[in-house]
């Protein structure tokens, strides 16, 4: 079990966050097929990720169908297998949890916040990918990160490379990842990762392939590749939006200068229960657009157990609504 409990800074830093795109519906083949629409210039969008930790499923299939029901846009699991609040306790998997739950909801899009590169070759996590694009006819947001929890390697014998090794690997995977979604067979021959004439059958409904979804925020490899391969950046957003707005002007100069539009990527970034519960909608409310004014387009609420409810009530019917008028 964990020692100590993660920072709120580590834990975004580490798991990043989500945002989704925009669906136009398209049919082909005989089968019903969804493609995914550029995100930047879409409206305010609103997530939720209640943690599958200290929690039982039938709890957290309540608060994802609320959800549903209320309105928000996107809603997350995370990918860990041991509690990341340091307190012993059951912890359900994201990705056998993601299809449950998405075999259970009907507008949400649906995605992992975000998957760790360390846990799985990226081609089963493909085959996964695509599996839960078919459950949800469509509704997948794939998360991806480096992986960064410690702990959990070594409990449980994973390999926990250097944060540059972690890196490198997570590049080879969103590679990986893409040609097998676009590709009939698929040949890949990189440092970490192999395919050799793959064949990927059945592709996502999503096409050319879900909404790819990369969070983190290292200079040297990660936000080059978010750069030219995410349709959805999750990164820290500072208290201070005069400094999430430098965040992202940099961000927005390396797009430009690997030839991509930085409205092609959309930002997202978390919002905790402490900025929400107790507060005034109209306080709220100016959190999210001073925010939303320097380029965030999407916001996930992080919920721990027991879900609050009331809260997410409140903020559907209190902040949601006037945020996307």
């Given at each position: 079990m964990v020692g100590m409990p993660?920072?709120?800074?580590?834990?975004?830093?580490?798991?990043?966050?989500?945002?989704?795109?925009?669906?136009?519906?398209?049919?082909?083949?005989?089968?019903?097929?969804?493609?995914?629409?550029?995100?930047?210039?879409?409206?305010?969008?609103?997530?939720?990720?209640?943690?599958?930790?200290?929690t039982t499923y039938d709890d957290?299939?309540?608060?994802?169908?609320?959800?549903?029901?209320?309105?928000?846009?996107?809603?997350?699991?995370?990918?860990?297998?041991?509690?990341?609040?340091?307190?012993?306790?059951?912890?359900?998997?994201?990705?056998?949890?993601?299809?449950?739950?998405a075999a259970q909801t009907k507008h949400v899009k649906v995605g992992v916040l975000v998957t760790g590169n360390t846990y799985r070759y990226p081609a089963v996590l493909a085959k996964m990918a695509a599996?839960?694009?078919?459950?949800?006819?469509?509704?997948?947001?794939?998360?991806?990160?480096?992986?960064?929890?410690?702990?959990?390697?070594?409990?449980?014998?994973?390999?926990?490379?250097?944060?540059?090794?972690?890196?490198?690997?997570?590049?080879?995977?969103?590679?990986?990842?893409?040609?097998?979604?676009?590709?009939?067979?698929?040949?890949?021959?990189g440092k970490y990762y192999q395919l050799k004439d793959a064949p990927f059958d059945p592709k996502p409904v999503q096409r050319p392939h879900p909404p790819i979804l990369i969070g983190g925020m290292g200079p040297k490899v990660v936000l080059p590749l978010v750069a030219r391969h995410a349709d959805i950046w999750n990164f820290f957003a500072p208290d201070d939006p005069a400094q999430a707005?430098?965040?992202?002007?940099?961000?927005?100069?390396?797009?430009?200068?690997v030839g991509r539009n930085p409205a092609e990527v959309e930002k997202q970034t978390t919002l905790h229960p402490k900025e929400i519960a107790g507060?005034?909608?109209?306080?709220?409310?100016?959190?999210?657009?001073?925010?939303?004014?320097?380029?965030?387009?999407?916001?996930?609420?992080?919920?721990?157990?027991?879900y609050d409810m009331a809260m997410l009530r409140a903020f559907a019917k209190d902040v949601m609504p006037a945020l996307r008028d």
């Open positions: 993660v920072s709120r800074r580590g834990f975004i830093k580490g798991v990043g966050a989500v945002a989704a795109a925009s669906m136009l519906r398209v049919r082909g083949g005989g089968a019903e097929q969804v493609r995914a629409a550029a995100p930047g210039a879409a409206r305010i969008r609103f997530g939720v990720q209640p943690r599958p930790e200290q957290i299939l309540r608060c994802w169908q609320t959800c549903d029901e209320l309105g928000f846009d996107s809603a997350f699991t995370f990918d860990h297998f041991m509690p990341i609040d340091g307190k012993p306790g059951p912890c359900l998997e994201g990705w056998t949890l993601l299809s449950a739950l599996t839960v694009d078919q459950v949800s006819h469509g509704r997948l947001i794939l998360g991806m990160g480096a992986a960064w929890f410690a702990a959990e390697h070594t409990a449980y014998g994973i390999p926990f490379y250097s944060k540059g090794e972690r890196a490198r690997r997570l590049v080879e995977s969103v590679q990986v990842v893409k040609a097998l979604f676009t590709q009939d067979r698929a040949t890949f021959t707005n430098e965040t992202i002007a940099r961000f927005d100069a390396l797009c430009q200068k507060r005034p909608a109209k306080e709220v409310q100016g959190r999210v657009r001073a925010l939303a004014a320097v380029g965030v387009r999407h916001f996930v609420v992080s919920l721990p157990a027991p």
